[in-house]
């Protein structure tokens, strides 16, 4: 499964960016899909998660509110929008996918077998 992250830029403090992790996956609709970010001297954290069937989605703490994950199956498409962008959110931002994610391991990047190369997104103060 190859999975290709776009969306990122240089933005202002409260603007807003749309992330798109793109896959040519014909069973797409199977894979739970997740958001992760890594800022620089930091370890890779969760962001956000959809589940395969979209029937739950699962934010990091400090997103709720501003970021939504969405999917589209009909494009194989998984979507971050991101509002109300802060500094602490400049980051490496990947998406990963998987099939038979447990609920319990949405959070968990070792549950991803998945991934894409990356999209930096820089949120000037």
């Known amino acids: 499964v190859q999975l290709q992250a776009s969306g990122g830029g240089l933005v202002q403090a409260g603007a807003s960016l749309r992330l798109s992790c793109a896959t040519s996956?014909?069973?797409?609709?199977?894979?739970?899909v997740a958001w992760f970010r890594q800022a620089p001297g930091k370890e890779r954290e969760f962001v956000a998660a959809?589940?395969?069937?979209?029937?739950?989605?699962s934010y990091e703490d400090s997103v709720k509110g501003r970021f939504t994950i969405s999917k589209d199956n009909t494009k194989n498409t998984v979507y971050l929008q991101m509002n109300n962008l802060k500094h602490e959110d400049t980051a490496v931002y990947y998406c990963?996918?998987?099939?038979?994610?447990?609920?319990?391991?949405?959070?968990?990047?070792?549950?991803?077998?998945?991934w894409g190369q990356g999209t930096q997104v820089t949120v000037s103060s």
């Open positions: 996956q014909d069973n797409f609709r199977q894979y739970t």
């Open positions: 959809i589940r395969w069937n979209s029937a739950l989605t």
């Open positions: 990963a996918a998987d099939r038979g994610v447990i609920l319990s391991s949405m959070r968990n990047n070792r549950a991803y077998d998945y």
